[in-house]
């Protein structure tokens, strides 16, 4: 079994409340939820409305396929035009 863990410092630039940040993390959680069945959790800055972290986790049989799957949700979460990325670390257990 592989457990692999991805955390995203994020940025809101163009965001001016906390009811657009959490807009903006929602969509974004379902997106992964959605899109790759991944598990998502806000993790810190909850009531800071100008940057958030998020994390994400798969678990797999297979380390490429979990490699592959959370390189896109990372290619998702970069692509995104709302949000910078400054910070991204990726662990495996």
Known sequence: MI???VRFRLQF???GSLKDKR???LSLKGKLKNKFNLSV???EDNDVWQSGTIGIAIIANDRTFANSVL???SDLVNSRPDI???DIKMEWL
């Open 71 to 73: 390189s896109k949700a």
């Open 23 to 25: 807009k903006i993390i």
């Open 84 to 86: 910078i990325v400054n």
């Open 41 to 43: 959790a806000e993790l």
């Open 13 to 15: 630039p163009g965001v």
């Open 3 to 5: 457990v692999g863990v």
